[in-house]
């Protein structure tokens, strides 16, 4: 894995704004096309091996909780506890994941799994392949993200209701619309009937108990780019567990066990065997450098870096009520420091390319920055 | 080769475009907009926080604390039914959404 500094391309920013892409620039850069990062061929290929062990031991672990009944160790509402087994019972799909990983001396270790509501699909399956195309297209890429998608929407219109697939996001934010909108485009060219509506405009039929649209039609498929754990506390969340149209929601409820950093304790302690897993724990006191993250949390909010018992770094949030897990400490690589994460795509359970973030400290937070890579083989 | 071979979009080249005009669109915006005449949802003042909405939202204070209770548009469908009067449909909107601002991660 190197690190290579180029020029931009000329007027990059009309370049990436004509695909759609109009996040590039916030008060910093986000998109960084001055720097590539280049893989060997047996670099992603391990990559590609351990996203796909990884998953499969996910399931195991999602299976492992619901027998063992540890949703307490998650914090999930009771309540909705039949709505997971049920949607774990019925083999209800899940469409994509990204897993955090950090690739350092020829080890490679999960950080996190974003599991209901990864972004960033966007800069990986397109941004970065036409930027591709443009800097030099001989050279291949570990992204086939965009034709994964197609192909699993295509597979899932046997599990959903026969009606129009809603999809849902929360308003007043580019890149949350700009990351449905390509699931979106995906699923119209799956052949599949599909309509926007923000979040905050779905309404409930108290008459009827079911979720309409903005026209008032029943809403029977719902594609959502908002958390479940968000879902559960707003005021409709009790109607979920009251809806007779039984709304087939993606991401399926099962994921709110995936979704949840507690789930790293618990496959480190169902496969301490596994070379991709770090040591992970409920207690803080198994280890002398950890890293403190909130069970529930995004962008590298409320993290605390800890080593040999010294505090290295802490970021501030407002997360952290459910509680937290501590992750032995495996340090980002530095490249100048930068500090690279990889992002390593599971759609349709299979893996289908990676997106690079980089940070200028240990924590990949907001200011972070997303950079194209290529194969170099 | 482990990328795509090929990539079409349909919906995302226009999707800039058509999010920044609307932005405009907002700004200095000449559309008449609709209230239906029979509208029994009440509303006090309206909130509009400088950003780009589908929807002008409208709500009620209580005790300083605002709560949406409908939208009104130029582009809204006239069958639609919003607010939260007894009279109407019994279908309420608003109640999910509040515990965030973006999911980005």
Known sequence: ?????????????KAVEKLGFGFHTSSVPYWDESVYYSFSMAEIECIEKATAELWDLCLGAVQHVIDNNLYHQFHIP????????????????????????????????????????????Y??????????????????????????LIAYWQYLIKYLHKDTLHFTCLRDTLEDLTNIEYLRDCAMQAGLETKL??????????????????????ISNIFKLYPWEWLVKDAFGKNILEDVNDTFWIEPAWKMILSNKAILPVLWKLYPECPYLLPAYFEKDKLDSYVEKPILSREGANIKVVEN??????????????GFIYQQLFKLPSFNNNYPVIGSWIIGQQPSGIGIRESANLITDNLSRFIPHLISE | MKKSKQIELILLTALLSSYQTQQRDWEGSTNKTYIRSDSTAPYSRTHYYGGYYVFRPYGTY???????????????????NIGTSAAKSGIVRGGFGESGFSVSS
């Open chain 1, 197 to 218: 509506i923000y979040i905050d405009d779905i309404g409930w039929d108290e008459s009827q108990k079911k979720f309409v649209d903005l026209e008032n039609n029943p």
């Open chain 1, 78 to 121: 009771t309540t909705f506890i039949p709505l997971i087994e049920k949607s774990w019972n019925d083999d209800d799909p899940a469409i994509y994941g990204r897993f955090d990983l950090c690739y350092k001396n020829g080890e490679l270790k999960l950080l996190e799994f974003n599991a209901d509501t990864p972004t960033s699909l």
């Open chain 1, 309 to 322: 018992e010294i505090n290295l770094l802490e970021t501030s949030g407002d997360y952290g009520d459910e």
């Open chain 2, 62 to 80: 209580n005790n300083n604390r605002y709560n949406r209770v409908g939208y009104y548009s130029s582009a809204i469908h006239e069958n639609s």
């Open chain 1, 123 to 148: 800069e990986a399956g397109i941004v970065q392949w036409f930027w591709l195309q443009d800097f030099d297209k001989s050279k291949d890429q570990f992204n086939s993200i965009h034709e994964k």
């Open chain 1, 1 to 13: 894995m190197q690190r290579v500094s180029i020029p931009a391309r000329n007027n990059w920013q």
